[in-house]
Structure formats: structure tokens, C-alpha cells
């Protein structure tokens, strides 16, 4: 049996907010459908296509902006350059004009009302995050695929495995904790360095470093763009923007045009506990409400998540003197393996695990990644990523409105302070006397995953999102 290979930018991918599995693994989806379909030679014959959303994907969908995701990737548009200011006149022209220009190629017929279908009661057994296309062909031939959104972005067509990337031959293969730690023992390899040994398999030193120094860049630039930008949240819910107000009252009345004299103002602000407190948690908002605006976050493991290790790694950068490539690549390269190990042995899904699998694992990355270069031994690693995700086990997904509003973006704060706090632990403690280890860790929170209600699994059927009277626009 082929086991998964993960690479670092498997874990870390670039992208749209406000969801890894809604928005971007749809998105994904639908271009994966058109590729195959020219793939096939029967691009030029489809007259019409529709779209089934299951599960969860139906139930948050709107809120999640699934439906935008999948118009936008149907159309042509990719993630990652896609020109997120342009976002609404785009899906706004598609609906008005009742036509999507098919994978950027072919003009055909679309009604948003009849052609893109939210099955909110039925469900498909792989995965809840479902999606089938359907096209139809001037033969009278329908060609129909399915494919599941599985979490951070991660997209797997009905009948594959998920695994069918070219194999390589990793000189470190990790599947749980303990291979990781025997690698570490027998080498004397840090977790960062196992990482970049195994990157070689697939790319030179250089490419590595400067892939993972680009999606460092887009980490920078939202959170800059998150301090700085005021307002209210779309969706409905007027929710008000914090960070920007946060950032001038922590800052002053200075305007500060980059982010290089930024950081630097922050570092010479003090270091006292609870400025910086309010500066992690400035941090961690002013990603997750540029993640909530439908702006480009780096899935960290996944986009509802993605906060926490910005915020941790912004905090290293500016109070523990991290401000260096070869110091951030390190923080990404450890946090990377951390997220791979939960998803190989669990899940990174919310609508699989709960939060405990977004928010859970992203501070259990965040922790290892600052203990290591914080200077802690490769247990005390391992023993922060696992403090880290004890404190988040049973941590449910309940979005009110649907939407990656409430409670998700403060919980990014909670999930960063638990990741220094977790770290700081390790750092102070003799990780040979832990009782409980990482894959201990793993496995709970998958078996936790398992026996948890779906109402709060990214449904918004239960916990605070019936709890909370809302009135929602109609979309």
C-alpha cells in the first residue's frame, strides 16, 4: 500500500479565504473537472454543466463562500493569482449575465438559481464534503465526477486514493511521532532538518527555500494588510474589524508604510506581558479577518486555522529576534511536520474532526515550530506539539451564520496563546518524564473525531450556531 507523501507546501498552500475545505478545495475541484474534461477532448462539446453540493459543503456553503469558489474556478481563475479585489464584479457578472466563461476557454449558459444545487439533507459516505459536476455534451453524452474536499485544501476525486502523485523515495520516511523521533535520534537531525532532507526528493535546497519564503511573504503581507484595514465583515453578521484598532491603540498614531519599519516599531514598543499578549492577539485577528474578507492567506494547515502560526511566528519574529530567512524557514519547515503527522493519523478537516482538527493542530505546529527555535531538544518538540493539542481535544466546529466569523477568529488568539504557552512548557520541562506522547495525542483526537456529534462538525446545526438568534441576508 503507497503510503502519503507531504510535502511542506502540501501543508502550507496559498490561497483565497475563507475556507480551505469550502473555498479553496472546491475551487481546486473545479478546476481539476475542467482540466479533465479537456484532458478528454470534450471541452468544446460541453453545452451545460451543473453543480451538487453535499453535506457540509451544502449547509455552510454560502456562508463559506463555497459557491463563489467554485463559479471563480469554473471560470477560469486560480487561487493563487487571482485578483481577490475582483472577486465580486466577477461571480456578480456570472450571475447577472447568466453565463460562465467555461475554464477561461468556452462562453456557456449559467443560472446560478438552477445550475448550482445545495442538497442540504443528503450526504456521501467518503467525506462530507462533496461535490459532483456534471457536464453535458452536444452528443447527449453527460460525463459526471465526484470529489471530496478533505481538508486544507487537500481535494481527492471519487474512486483514487488521494495518494496519486508521483512517488519519491523520502531518506526519512515519517508516518507518526515516534518515526520522526527515531530519524532525530539515529541522525541528530532537528525536525526542521529531517523536513529539508526530505524536500530534496522533490526540489533542489534553493527552490524549497524560496517557495517557503513566498508563502512566508503572504503570511507578512496579511498581516500587515489585517492591521491596517477597518471595517465590518461581509456576510452579514456586521461583525466589526479589530485588528486595525488594536494595531493604533498598541502602536500609536505613527503611520508606518512597510512592514520592515512596522515590526520595527512594534520590537521597540516594549516587551512587557501584556503588550505582548495584545500584539499575538492583533496579529492572530488581523489574519482571520482578512481570511473572513475573502482575502489571500496562506492555509496554515487550513484556512479557518490559518492565524495561529502567522501570529506565533510574527511573535517570535518581533519579541524573540526571529527576523531572518534562515529563522522563519526553520519555524515553517518544524510546523509543516507537525501538520502532516495529525493529517496522515487523524484528520485536519473540521467537518471530519471538529475544530479540535483546524484550530487544534495548528497551535500543536505553532508550538513544536517556536520550541525548536526557541533552542528546545527534539522531544521538547515533539512533547509542545502535544501539550498543544491536548488543551484543543474535543473542540467543536459550530460557525454561526455558517460562517468562518464566530467563534473562529478570536479562537485563532486562543489557539496562538496556547501554542506559546504549550512551547514554554516543553522548554521548562524534562520531556522523558511526559506521560503522554504525540501519537497518544493523535490517536485521541481522531477517536474524539470519530464519536463526535456532527452537529458540530461544520455543520452550524448545534452549539452556538442555534444558540445565537441571527437574520441573515438572503445570498
Given amino acids: 500500500m503507497q503510503r502519503e507523501q507531504i510535502s511542506v507546501f502540501d501543508i502550507f498552500k496559498i490561497g483565497i479565504g475563507p475556507s480551505s475545505s469550502h473555498t479553496l478545495g472546491p475551487w481546486r475541484a473545479a478546476q481539476q473537472f475542467t482540466a ?4 478528454q477532448g470534450v471541452l468544446d462539446e460541453v453545452e451545460q454543466i451543473k453543480i451538487l453540493l453535499y453535506g457540509s459543503l451544502a449547509k455552510t456553503g454560502k456562508g463559506h463562500g463555497t459557491d463563489i469558489a467554485i463559479l471563480l474556478g469554473l471560470h477560469g481563475g486560480d487561487p493563487v493569482t487571482f485578483d481577490v479585489n475582483a472577486i465580486d464584479s466577477t461571480v456578480d457578472a456570472i450571475k ?3 453565463q460562465i466563461n467555461f475554464g477561461g476557454e468556452k462562453l456557456l449558459p449559467f443560472n446560478y438559481d438552477e445550475d448550482l444545487i445545495f442538497l442540504f439533507f ?34 481527492v476525486k471519487e474512486g483514487e486514493s488521494g495518494n496519486e502523485k508521483e512517488q519519491v523515495e523520502l531518506p526519512f520516511p515519517v508516518e507518526k511521532a515516534n518515526d520522526l523521533w527515531h530519524w532525530c535520534l539515529t541522525t541528530g537531525l532537528k525536525v526542521s532538518e529531517v523536513v529539508m532532507e526530505n524536500e530534496l526528493a522533490w526540489r533542489t535546497e534553493a527552490e524549497t527555500r524560496k517557495g517557503i519564503m513566498q508563502h512566508f511573504n503572504v503570511m507578512k503581507e496579511c498581516i500587515y494588510r489585517g492591521c491596517h484595514t477597518s471595517g465590518f465583515l461581509p456576510g452579514g453578521l456586521n461583525v466589526g474589524r479589530r485588528a486595525a484598532a488594536l494595531n493604533k491603540r498598541l502602536i500609536g498614531n505613527n503611520i508606518y508604510t512597510d512592514y520592515e519599519s512596522w515590526v520595527t516599531a512594534i520590537k521597540s514598543g516594549g516587551n512587557g506581558f501584556n503588550y505582548t499578549l495584545d500584539w499575538v492577539s492583533c496579529f492572530a485577528l488581523a489574519v482571520n479577518e482578512e481570511n473572513a474578507s475573502f482575502g489571500r492567506v496562506v492555509t496554515a494547515p487550513t484556512n479557518g486555522a490559518a492565524g495561529v ?24 519547515a518544524c510546523a509543516s511536520e507537525i501538520g502532516s503527522i495529525f493529517k496522515k493519523g487523524a484528520t485536519i478537516s473540521a467537518a471530519m474532526g471538529g475544530c479540535q482538527a483546524e484550530i487544534g493542530v495548528s497551535s500543536a505546529m505553532a508550538a513544536a515550530a517556536l520550541t525548536e527555535c526557541l533552542g528546545g531538544s527534539q522531544r521538547q518538540v515533539l512533547m509542545a506539539a502535544e501539550i498543544a493539542m491536548e488543551h484543543h481535544l474535543g ?21 496562538a496563546i496556547k501554542a506559546i504557552t504549550a512551547s514554554q512548557l516543553a522548554l521548562q520541562s524534562n ?11 493523535v490517536n485521541t483526537m481522531w477517536e474524539t473525531a470519530l464519536d463526535m456529534n456532527s452537529k458540530y462538525k461544520e455543520t452550524s446545526d448545534g452549539g452556538l450556531a442555534t444558540n445565537i438568534p441571527i437574520s441573515l441576508p438572503e445570498c
Avoid at 479533465?36 to 484532458?39: A, G, N, W, Y
Avoid at 466569523?405 to 488568539?413: M, S
Fill in 431 to 441: 520531556p522523558d518524564k511526559a506521560k503522554v506522547s504525540l501519537d497518544a495525542v
Fill in 309 to 332: 502560526i502567522p501570529a506565533v511566528l510574527q511573535y517570535y519574529i518581533a519579541f524573540c529576534d526571529g527576523f531572518s530567512d534562515d529563522k522563519i524557514i526553520q519555524f515553517i
Fill in 395 to 415: 473542540l467543536t466546529c459550530d460557525p454561526i451564520g455558517g460562517l468562518v466569523q464566530i467563534p473562529c477568529i478570536e479562537r485563532n488568539t486562543m489557539g
Fill in 96 to 98: 447577472k449575465e447568466q
Fill in 122 to 155: 443528503e450526504s456521501l459516505p467518503f467525506h462530507p464534503n462533496a461535490v459532483t459536476f456534471q457536464a453535458f455534451l452536444s452528443s447527449g453524452k453527460a460525463i459526471s465526477e465526484t470529489y471530496y474536499s478533505i481538508g486544507g485544501g487537500f481535494v
Fill in 36 to 39: 479533465s474534461l479537456k484532458q
